[in-house]
């Protein structure tokens, strides 16, 4: 029995091939052995996507694509385009386009797909290649990259060869799929949302690429603020605000709702051609002031005001205080149900110092110098708390307060409220009482009456 020399056996296998995948183009003649590794997946996609072929893929472009590599519609060219590259290029557009219209995305598993079932490539470097190159029109926008999880960003050749090389990477080792990516269409909603918010919050087109980079920017924009949203809802025209409140529900979500927000957005800057321009005047730090004094105006009927202005407070001072209340990472982002626990924060140490003001007989503006104006007054004494305690009454009540305060420690939020109700219906008495400092010490030092 005679034995087929190899070019026979090799020409019956092409035909076998052949006979499986009709596209598939003779690639033995010109390939390295490199090309068929799976050790530069990523490199190789890269380099069909940029056309710097470099490394392991080195001159894959002459040795394969010698006949398109410089010809941009080599897909359509009557002299090109019933080449198998140019077929699989078809074949690629035609079900991009259908996806996008069906769903608007496309997996790239089923990019790869296309390849590997349709075209009998294996997972190497040169299939990346291929890839790369076959979709070298979609690493740019209005072409954008998701996952599973509702997250985007904008497409890049490095991202595209990041999926792609994610992609080949386990079906040429034998493991499992990765969590599936997706090659997105910017729609015109998108599009308009990203433009909406460059011009309204004046974020550089860089911070602009994807939902997660803009909820970043206006974060740190809030955060120079130092005040929250919410608070231009009395000073915004209504549809405005309601614009407004939408951003603030985007920082707060992930993923597709997130994304949901964006489109609404970007929905209406297709159909209020003024709301960037209307935006960007309400979003300063001046109309932000306006703002949150017209909250103050109306907060537990204007007690802040008032008390700043018995403390000889200015209206700037008072707005620094209450920033100092929402200087916290993200503390603009809370409701406004959060940011009223705040404010009514500022308000106690606003009556405590008022309190301390009339008991120790100096002006005190800030809590952190009424802190400092009683641990002086205590020190002063040289009194114990026990002694304080037994002594006067109205200090039994103040104790667990003034023991805090002579340790220099701030007070918490409720007993620093307790302290200003302390103050307030018996500060006549304890001030009575610490301006009489020698007849305290006089009795507490006095020896002991024998008896005899």
């Known amino acids: 029995m005679s034995c087929p020399n190899s070019d026979g056996v090799s020409d019956v296998l092409k035909q076998v091939v052949l006979r499986r995948y009709p596209e598939a183009f003779d690639l033995d003649a010109n390939a390295t052995e490199g090309y068929y590794k799976a050790n530069a997946l990523k490199q190789s996609a890269h380099?069909?996507?940029?056309?710097?072929?470099?490394?392991?893929?080195?001159?894959?472009?002459?040795?394969v694509l010698s006949a398109v590599w410089d010809v941009p519609d080599y897909a359509e060219r009557a002299g090109t385009k019933d080449?198998?590259?140019?077929?699989?290029?078809?074949?690629?557009?035609?079900?991009?386009?259908?996806?996008?219209?069906?769903?608007?995305?496309?997996?790239?598993?089923?990019?790869?797909?296309?390849?590997?079932?349709?075209?009998?490539?294996?997972?190497?470097?040169?299939?990346?290649?291929l890839l790369g190159f076959l979709?070298?029109?979609?690493?740019?926008?209005?072409?954008?990259?998701?996952?599973?999880?509702?997250?985007?960003?904008?497409?890049?050749?490095?991202?595209?060869?990041?999926?792609?090389?994610?992609?080949?990477?386990?079906?040429?080792?034998?493991?499992?799929?990765?969590?599936?990516?997706?090659?997105?269409?910017?729609?015109?909603?998108?599009?308009?949302?990203?433009?909406?918010?460059?011009?309204?919050?004046?974020?550089?087109?860089?911070?602009?690429?994807?939902?997660?980079?803009?909820?970043?920017?206006?974060r740190r924009r809030t955060q120079e603020w130092q005040?929250?949203?919410?608070?231009?809802?009395?000073?915004?025209?209504?549809?405005?605000?309601?614009?407004?409140?939408?951003?603030?529900?985007?920082?707060?979500?992930?993923?597709?709702?997130?994304?949901?927000?964006?489109?609404?957005?970007?929905?209406?800057?297709?159909?209020?051609?003024?709301?960037?321009?209307?935006?960007?005047?309400?979003?300063?730090?001046?109309?932000?002031?306006?703002?949150?004094?017209?909250?103050l105006a109306a907060f537990e009927d204007g007690a802040l005001p008032r008390l700043a202005e018995e403390l000889g407070c200015n209206a700037k001072q008072l707005l620094a205080d209450v920033r100092r209340q929402f200087k916290e990472d993200y503390a603009c982002l809370w409701s406004r149900e959060t940011g009223e626990e705040r404010l009514h924060e500022l308000l106690t140490e606003y009556r405590a110092c008022h309190a301390s003001t009339d008991v120790l007989g100096e002006t005190l503006?800030?809590?952190?110098?009424?802190?400092?104006?009683?641990?002086?007054?205590?020190?002063?004494?040289?009194?114990?708390?026990?002694?304080?305690?037994?002594?006067?009454?109205?200090f039994a009540r103040l104790r667990q307060a003034l023991v805090t305060l002579a340790k220099g420690e701030d007070l918490l939020p409720e007993l620093l409220c307790s302290f200003a109700d302390q103050l307030a219906a018996d500060g006549a008495e304890i001030a009575r009482l610490l301006n009489d400092a020698e007849t305290l010490f006089g009795r507490a030092y006095a020896p002991p009456i024998s008896r005899g």
């Open 47 to 63: 380099a069909g996507l940029t056309g710097q072929v470099t490394g392991t893929i080195k001159d894959a472009e002459k040795r």
């Open 83 to 129: 080449l198998p590259i140019a077929r699989m290029r078809q074949a690629m557009d035609a079900y991009i386009r259908g996806m996008f219209h069906a769903r608007g995305q496309v997996e790239t598993s089923a990019l790869c797909d296309l390849l590997l079932n349709e075209y009998g490539l294996p997972p190497c470097n040169l299939t990346a290649f």
């Open 135 to 218: 979709l070298r029109d979609y690493a740019r926008e209005p072409y954008r990259y998701a996952d599973a999880a509702g997250r985007t960003e904008a497409m890049t050749p490095e991202k595209l060869a990041e999926m792609i090389g994610n992609e080949l990477s386990p079906l040429a080792r034998g493991g499992k799929r990765p969590a599936e990516t997706f090659l997105v269409e910017m729609t015109e909603e998108e599009r308009a949302f990203y433009t909406l918010t460059q011009k309204a919050w004046g974020i550089p087109v860089a911070e602009c690429t994807s939902v997660a980079q803009v909820q970043m920017a206006i």
């Open 227 to 295: 005040l929250p949203l919410w608070c231009l809802a009395g000073v915004t025209d209504t549809a405005v605000y309601n614009a407004v409140a939408q951003y603030a529900d985007l920082l707060t979500k992930e993923g597709g709702e997130a994304h949901a927000i964006a489109r609404a957005l970007g929905k209406r800057a297709r159909q209020e051609a003024e709301l960037a321009e209307s935006l960007a005047a309400v979003l300063t730090h001046e109309r932000l002031d306006a703002g949150m004094t017209d909250v």
């Open 365 to 394: 503006q800030t809590w952190t110098r009424a802190r400092t104006a009683w641990r002086e007054r205590l020190d002063f004494l040289r009194l114990s708390a026990e002694w304080l305690s037994e002594g006067a009454p109205v």
